[in-house]
């Protein structure tokens, strides 16, 4: 069981541990954007024990709330459900019209774990993978997991109340 808040600077270096064990530290890039995950809010999964277990970093656009990063230790824990409900939580607080995020083509378990959890296919941005490795990130690996070529970016979305 897992509970979920907002972040605190007492956090900082549970977030860290999870950024660094998913994706090798606090930079992440999508849709030609660069983040530095440790400046945008973020919510966490805390266990029974007060330890952090998952992190969901987001910032606010005109109408939603963008999922920039969600990451857990261990996966399938429950919190990543529980991040997400979150999220969902804040969007409606907000009077936010959608939920978004954006996954890569080769992440398959994201992509069954998401649609799972009522979020649809919005967009296919096809070479945007390649062109963040190209200008943003060079150490994007060209090659991902299940040995797919990672060249594309999926945006899905859901309403904050469905």
Do not use: C
Not at 37 to 63: F, K, S
């Amino acid at each position: 069981m897992v509970s979920v808040r907002a972040a605190t600077p007492a956090d900082a270096e549970g977030v860290a541990a999870i950024h660094d064990a998913v994706w090798g530290g606090s930079i992440v890039a999508g849709h030609d954007t660069r983040y530095d995950l440790t400046q945008l809010p973020t919510l966490v999964a805390v266990d029974r024990q007060g330890e952090v277990v998952g992190a969901l970093a987001y910032r606010v656009d005109a109408d939603g709330l963008e999922v920039v990063s969600i990451a857990a230790q261990p996966p399938q824990g429950g919190a990543g459900t529980a991040l997400l409900d979150a999220a969902a939580d804040e969007a409606r607080r907000r009077g936010l019209r959608r939920l978004w995020l954006v996954t890569t083509n080769d992440n398959l378990d994201a992509l069954r774990f998401y649609q799972r959890r009522g979020f649809r296919l919005a967009a296919l941005h096809r070479g945007a993978v390649d062109d963040s490795r190209a200008q943003l990130k060079s150490d994007i690996p060209p090659i991902g997991e299940h040995g797919i070529p990672l060249r594309d970016e999926l945006e899905l979305e859901k309403v904050p109340g469905a």
